[in-house]
């Protein structure tokens, strides 16, 4: 056999493998197109997801990859659910009263930041507790006292310490009250684009999956293919009637926001008092777990008689639980010596 005949063999033997790459190749290239046309990775990927479906008229996609949610400022609703309530957002963004960005002299700014708790999901505007704490504490030095309403349905606490850095930034706080009951992974907006927000902040795949690939390999993240093939694997792995909301006390996601929370007081605690509120039935064991050191806690369940009434114990409870909150609050912050106007 000449040189050219075995040439022509090697080449002959070798075409078959080569079209099998080739044809693999193209089928892979057709999958990640037909993928990217039609978002069926992202489309795997929602029922595994975390939703605030609460007062959606209200509130709007955060361009903040950190939120991934916020009030509509502007926004008034009067919603029907147990009787009927009216929520109205601020021009800043607030379920408040008007307010300007710049302190007035002499005025001390207390915000409540929290999650359905405190923006009041039951009641009224002028019913929520940190309004019920402002008229408080005015009533005794009017016109010294403003307490902003932060709360915004079902955030988490790196949500909080999001918006409480820009609360800092923008608005002169002088105290800081974060009600922590809700914990774990960050919720996104029901019925709302959530892809944005895992192209911007990638650690969202594994704060929100069970198996993911390993930090060292991320950049498969790019491939879509490989995405829908982890999340169904996710999806599979899901008990017909499971609650996705569980998942949001994920041991790993935990430990991370108490490190978060940490960093927060440490880079802020020295100039801005800071105040950990605990209201009745807020989680019970995994949120008693969430004790900062050297951060003062005020817990309202231990100012109950035994005696009280079942509502005192709701996570959305009607007015008067919250004027009695606010009157504890006030108590509490005068005996810390955190009302200045007051002294």
């Known amino acids: 056999m ?24 193209l089928l892979l290239a057709l999958a990640e197109g037909f993928i990217t046309w039609t978002s069926l990775d992202m489309r795997i990927l ?57 302190k007035p002299a002499g005025v001390t700014r207390i915000f409540c930041l929290g999650s359905s708790n405190t923006y009041g999901a039951m009641v009224n505007d002028h019913q929520t507790y940190p309004a019920r704490l402002e008229s408080l504490l005015n009533s005794r030095s009017p ?16 949500q909080n310490l999001a918006a409480a850095g ?42 929100n999956l069970r198996f993911c690939w390993p930090r060292s390999l991320d950049f498969l ?42 960093e927060f007081c440490r880079e802020y605690g020295d100039s801005i008092p800071i105040i950990i509120l605990r209201p009745p039935g807020d989680g019970g064991g995994y949120n008693e777990s969430f004790t900062p050191q050297d951060i003062p806690t005020l817990r309202l369940s231990e100012k109950l008689p035994d005696d009280h009434a079942p509502e005192f114990d709701e996570i959305h409870p009607p007015a008067h639980v919250y004027q009695w909150y606010a009157g504890e609050i006030q108590k509490a912050l005068w005996r810390a010596g955190l009302l200045p106007a007051a002294r």
């Open 2 to 25: 000449d040189t050219a005949t075995t040439a022509i063999s090697g080449l002959k033997a070798f075409r078959l493998p080569a079209l099998l790459v080739l044809e693999c190749l």
């Open 46 to 102: 929602a029922p595994l997801l975390y939703y605030q479906n609460a007062d959606l008229e209200v509130h709007r996609p955060s361009e903040d990859p950190r939120l991934h949610y916020e009030l509509k400022p502007g926004a008034a609703m009067v919603f029907k659910d147990r009787g009927s309530r009216k929520v109205t957002i601020n021009s800043l963004g607030f379920r408040d009263r008007p307010r300007s960005p710049v």
């Open 143 to 158: 016109g010294k006292y403003e307490v902003w309403n932060a709360g915004v349905c079902a955030y988490v606490i790196p």
């Open 166 to 207: 820009k609360i800092i930034r923008e608005y002169s706080p002088d105290l800081l009250i974060f009600q922590t009951r809700n914990r774990g992974r960050r919720p996104f907006l029901y019925g709302q684009p959530f892809k944005r927000y895992f192209d911007l902040d990638p650690g969202l795949y594994r704060e």
């Open 221 to 262: 993240r790019h491939w879509r293919l490989l995405r829908a093939m982890v999340f169904s694997v996710n999806r599979l792995a899901m008990s017909p009637d499971a609650d996705t909301a569980g998942w949001k006390r994920d041991y790993e996601n935990m430990v991370s926001e108490e490190r978060q929370f940490g």
